[in-house]
């Protein structure tokens, strides 16, 4: 991350801007009833997200007409949804997800220390939060919305993507579709993915650092979005088998290019086109991945992985500790995602060590 041009005060924590977006009719096209051309818009800490959007790199012009599209906006501001709806932006560069005012006054509330955090750790893999908005047509409600990084953004086709917790009570597809692809949850991942030795511990290091401050900061309930690239699928279609006792690679990824510094040059990020080994393993039937070890012939592929720690608005209110206490009664209360912040970021770090081993040395 570049350095921004100029440091925040605790006042640009507390600024409010107000705008107005007007989109011209197209053409002279009538556009039928309900369909607002007129937006009321309003910016939290405008100057704090524009620093945060230099730290990256992107232009705040780019970023504007990204998600202040007119269908963009007709979209977010659409009446009858109900909870959080997620959208892409048209270059598929930026998340725009829809928030509860509570929400709202969660990330509020985190946002200096997040930028501090962001500033003090540039391979941070919480995902990066360009601008907090409010948005009313004209004649419509007030829409909460903010504007993230997406995490899976990829040139690649991405042929699996798992939404990650660490926990299995109601972890598993139950036909989930974000964008018409399936998402699937803790319970379906039947991967072990083999990493450079360094690679994986600044992988763990740096989500040791980004779920001490989420749970300093009273945040549970996050996940780790993950996407995963197949280097070499078959002439069928399918997905090219390889022994992994045999040793047969795909691939040979240049020595360099898996240093951290390598991948932050190269990549702009540490969760992204991340070469790995990907090792399939069955699961029983209580959902539990077999060692690979205890598997005879498993299953191989050289991957490419994309990753990052979304949903990180969620604090451990009245509601989730009435879950918790709910749950627990019925099932076992470490299978559960509603659980304290300090024991969720010890599972769910716990969980990735599992998930994220190192490769032996050849």
Not at 238 to 261: F, I, M, Q, Y
Request: glycine share 6%; with cysteine; hydrophobic share 35%.
């Amino acid at each position: 991350m570049a350095m921004g041009r100029e440091e925040v005060s605790p006042q640009d924590f507390k600024t409010t801007k107000n705008d107005w977006i007007q989109h011209a009719k197209k053409n002279n096209i009538r556009l039928p009833q309900g369909a607002f051309t007129d937006f009321e818009w309003k910016d939290y800490c405008p100057a704090v997200f524009r620093n945060i959007l230099e730290l990256e790199k992107i232009e705040y012009a780019d970023y504007m007409l990204s998600i202040c599209g007119d269908e963009t906006l007709r979209e977010v501001s659409s009446p009858g949804r109900i909870g959080n709806v997620i959208f892409l932006s048209n270059d598929n560069r930026f998340v725009i997800k829809t928030l509860r005012k509570s929400q709202v006054k969660v990330l509020r509330d985190m946002l200096p220390k997040y930028y501090r955090h962001l500033k003090k750790h540039g391979s941070s893999l919480l995902t990066t939060l360009y601008g907090l908005h409010v948005v009313r047509p004209v004649g419509g409600i007030k829409v909460y919305f903010v504007g993230m990084s997406n995490v899976l953004q990829s040139d690649l086709h991405l042929h699996r993507r798992y939404d990650l917790k660490g926990s299995s009570r109601g972890r598993n597809f139950n036909k989930v579709i974000v964008h018409e692809e399936i998402i699937y949850k803790d319970i379906d991942l039947d991967f072990y993915f083999y990493l450079e030795p360094s690679l994986r511990n600044k992988i763990l290091s740096q989500l040791k650092y980004d779920c001490e401050f989420l749970e300093a900061e009273g945040i549970m309930d996050y996940s780790l979005f993950l996407g995963v690239h197949i280097d070499a699928p078959s002439r069928q279609g399918s997905l090219d088998r390889r022994n992994s006792v045999s040793g047969t690679r795909t691939t040979r990824h240049d020595d360099a290019e898996l240093t951290v510094a390598g991948i932050l040059k190269h990549n702009g990020r540490l969760g992204a086109k991340l070469p790995a080994n990907a090792v399939r393993t069955p699961r029983n039937e209580m959902g539990i991945v077999s060692s690979p070890s205890r598997v005879r012939v498993p299953e191989c592929y050289n991957v490419l992985l994309y990753f990052g720690v979304i949903d990180i608005f969620q604090n451990y209110n009245v509601i989730k500790r009435l879950e918790h206490a709910y749950k627990s009664i019925q099932y076992d209360s470490k299978t559960i995602s509603a659980v304290n912040p300090k024991v969720y970021s010890s599972r769910f770090q716990d969980f990735l060590s599992k998930v994220f081993l190192a490769r032996e040395s050849t």
